[in-house]
């Protein structure tokens, strides 16, 4: 991680809190850019470079289509170059050693040289946020923004610049200016962060030892199989959407509101509908600046299956410069497809239990394509899902498995809106605030409690 989750919560936090509060309204986001920016060097002092690029490439790329908007193909030739830099950058940096070793696969008479350049942290989520300013200015849909310091902290901002959401400009350009935070907003913010941080310590990172266990292991049957890829399943929600909350509430305690990004997805009764509720804001960007532009649905089936294709392709490809990615995400595509054509029409006269039930067996499966980038351990794993090592499981497997089944009872309930709509049918406000004050305290010792005693704490997106 860029800072140790010690350093983070009870360092670097309240330091920024206070220096943020303690500074003069309209230099707050000279001080965000400035903390931004020491957070991201933190971990990447040479790569902190790369993003002032990417600021500067798309803040003066916006500022020229703005000037020569009149003059449209010089407008259009600065929007195209800025696009192909922005892509360049994260190609070279994201898939440059993926394509040498694909070449050198396909074409190994050529001794293809494999490139192995570091990852930086956070590139996937603010190149597709700094492209989307330069694409909303070209439709001129947002105005230029001419601070570069305003425009740097949009896109350097520390609570979602790791793990997003991504936040769009058009979304917040108006909360760069003109916010105004308040005691609320700040309460708020501190609760969502901390129902966040118990998501990621207290189950995804628990959910994620049981996995490792089970993953290993070579005596656990079908019924270990499931056991371990159901864990995985609620590693992968709970560590990103518990990220993802404590951003939103991070960005709220500095006055901004970020978008939801997740809204209880493994409640879902078809594929449709669980990519309306998983990754929100990525779903949300593809949509608008792939899927639209492409033509979407509006010129006939056929080309609208092609557009899917090309979105899902690309979506499994934003995740990762691995051929399973890849997979992954056609994988998706194809369900998707299959829903739109006919599928869809025949789930609607199913019984609810049996779309859910259909809908978490290809979501679940869907988690051992996304898990395992060499395809033999993935083949290996398929298997042993349907029978390949046998039904039967040993004694110590079991035990494992017994020992984390109320965790993993408990991760199933909260993955539903079941807790949370029984929490606001309480009529009592004081009563209400009591239980959350008390969630939150206990949230925050809990927390910290696992973090000490733990040096495990994994972090699935920093490869995204």
């Not at 449209?72 to 394509?99: D, Q």
């Not at 299956?305 to 979105?311: E, K, L, P, R, T």
Request: aromatic share 18%.
């Amino acid at each position: 991680m860029v800072f140790s989750s010690f350093i983070f919560l009870f360092g670097f936090l309240p330091v920024v809190l206070a220096l943020y509060y303690i500074t003069p309204r309209r230099f707050r986001n000279v001080t965000l850019f400035v903390v931004d920016l020491v957070f991201y060097s933190w971990g990447e002092p040479k790569l902190v470079l790369l993003m002032l690029v990417s600021v500067l490439l798309n803040y003066f790329s916006a500022i020229l289509i703005g000037i020569y908007r009149p003059k449209k193909r010089l407008a259009r030739a600065i929007f195209i170059l800025s696009i192909i830099l922005n892509l360049g950058l994260l190609g070279f940096f994201k898939y440059i050693g993926f394509i040498g070793e694909t070449l050198q696969f396909m074409l190994p008479f050529l001794n293809i040289p494999i490139l192995e350049v570091s990852l930086p942290i956070g590139i996937s989520f603010y190149t597709f946020q700094t492209m989307s300013y330069t694409i909303d200015v070209y439709r001129n849909t947002v105005a230029v923004q001419k601070n570069v310091i305003t425009f740097g902290t949009y896109v350097s901002l520390f609570p979602q610049l790791i793990a997003g959401p991504i936040v769009r400009y058009s979304d917040v350009a108006e909360q760069l200016v003109n916010r105004r935070e308040s005691l609320q907003q700040f309460t708020d913010g501190v609760r969502i962060f901390l129902i966040g941080l118990a998501k990621k310590v207290l189950i995804a990172n628990q959910m994620g030892v049981l996995w490792d266990i089970l993953r290993k292991s070579t005596d656990g049957g079908v019924i270990g199989a499931w056991c371990g890829i159901l864990a995985y399943t609620f590693q992968i929600y709970y560590d990103f959407s518990g990220y993802s909350d404590m951003a939103i509430g991070l960005g709220k305690m500095f006055g901004f509101e970020f978008m939801k990004n997740f809204d209880y997805p493994y409640i879902s009764e078809s594929i449709t509908e669980f990519w309306r509720r998983w990754h929100i804001s990525l779903g949300t960007w593809f949509r608008e600046y792939v899927y639209i532009p492409l033509g979407g649905n509006r010129k006939g089936l056929g080309r609208q299956i092609i557009n899917m294709s090309v979105v899902w392709f690309l979506t499994g490809l934003w995740h990762g410069a691995s051929w399973n990615f890849i997979l992954w995400g056609v994988y998706f595509g194809i369900l998707l497809i299959i829903e739109k054509t006919f599928l869809l029409k025949a789930l609607k006269k199913a019984p609810a239990i049996v779309r859910h039930i259909y809908a978490l067996f290809f979501i679940v499966l869907g988690w051992v394509l996304f898990y395992f980038e060499n395809m033999g351990e993935m083949g290996v794993f398929l298997g042993r899902l349907f029978g390949a090592q046998g039904f039967g499981l040993s004694v110590n497997t079991g035990a494992a498995i017994l020992s984390f089944l109320p965790l993993m009872i408990a991760a199933a309930v909260i993955s539903t809106p079941l807790l949370t709509n029984t929490f606001h049918r309480i009529k009592s406000s004081g009563v209400r605030m009591v239980l959350e004050n008390t969630g939150c305290v206990l949230s925050l010792l809990l927390c910290t409690a696992s973090l000490a005693g733990s040096s495990y704490n994994p972090f699935l997106y920093f490869k995204f």
